[in-house]
């Protein structure tokens, strides 16, 4: 089990941030835990000690939000993303921990800047078997290895303007079942050791905790100072990793 006492500065806020975001309050907030704990872990290692705590928080977060999601959409990007994790786990052993933070490095930054620069209201757009064929396999694929599914999955989903409870069901079955679909290959790649076990049995308890504390925000606070406190957590954080990623590939 993980020891240093640096690493649960880092994972205890990051778990707690995951489960803020199923609850349904910050959405996107939920791209924070992967880079805050690769910080002081490998990426790869970060994303295997939280994957079982998802799990949990999805169980939490479908009996949140059953019965309202969208069905429709549901049937084109959960076959896709099942895709796109499969694509992950075939190029796990070839990705380094460098290309990982670079992974990590460029989603960060794009989503963020892309938040800031977007100007007004897109226009809402229809389901669309196309492109939510094409964003819920990119998003199973960054889902596989970081955890990062969140954005390409809500690039499709957010236009659409579902109404607020039905997003966020959609999401959690969505994440559900992509998270479930990993377990099976992060067990054949080696990644639950017992010291990564261990660490997510001494997390999982800040699982509902999250969860709920989203949901309590989600119904009584203000989400715009949250949003712009986090977006410019993930740029910088971003920025770092992204940094680090490009010299460690240079140095190999």
Request: proline content about 8%; overall charge positive; aromatic content about 8%.
């Given at each position: 089990m993980i020891t240093d006492p640096l690493f649960y500065l880092c994972a205890i806020p990051a778990v707690l941030l995951y489960g803020i975001a199923k609850g349904g309050f910050g959405g996107n907030i939920a791209i924070l835990s992967v880079p805050l704990m690769a910080l002081v872990v490998a990426p790869q290692k970060a994303a295997a000690i939280l994957l079982p705590i998802l799990c949990v928080m999805d169980?939490?977060?479908?009996?949140?939000?059953?019965?309202?999601?969208?069905?429709?959409?549901?049937?084109?990007?959960?076959?896709?993303?099942?895709?796109g994790v499969v694509l992950g786990a075939l190029t796990f052993r070839v990705m380094t921990e460098a290309h990982i933070q670079i992974m990590i490095g460029v989603i960060a930054l794009i989503f963020t800047l892309n938040s800031w620069l977007r100007r007004g209201e897109p226009p809402i757009k229809p389901i669309s078997k196309v492109h939510g064929g094409f964003w819920g396999m990119v998003s199973g694929f960054t889902s596989f290895g970081i955890h990062a599914g969140g954005p390409p999955i809500n690039i499709y989903l957010l236009p659409q303007r579902l109404e607020k409870t039905i997003l966020m069901g959609t999401i959690a079955v969505f994440f559900a079942a992509v998270n479930l679909a990993k377990v099976p290959a992060y067990i054949y790649l080696e990644q639950f050791t017992a010291a990564n076990l261990l660490t997510s049995l001494v997390l999982l308890p800040l699982a509902p905790i999250g969860v709920g504390m989203g949901f309590w925000l989600l119904q009584r606070s203000d989400e715009k100072l949250i949003y712009q406190l986090c977006y410019v957590f993930l740029f910088f954080t971003g920025g770092k990793l992204l940094y680090d990623g490009v010299n460690n590939l240079l140095a190999t």
């Open positions: 169980l939490v977060a479908l009996r949140t939000f059953r019965g309202r999601w969208s069905k429709p959409n549901l049937r084109i990007i959960l076959p896709a993303s099942l895709v």
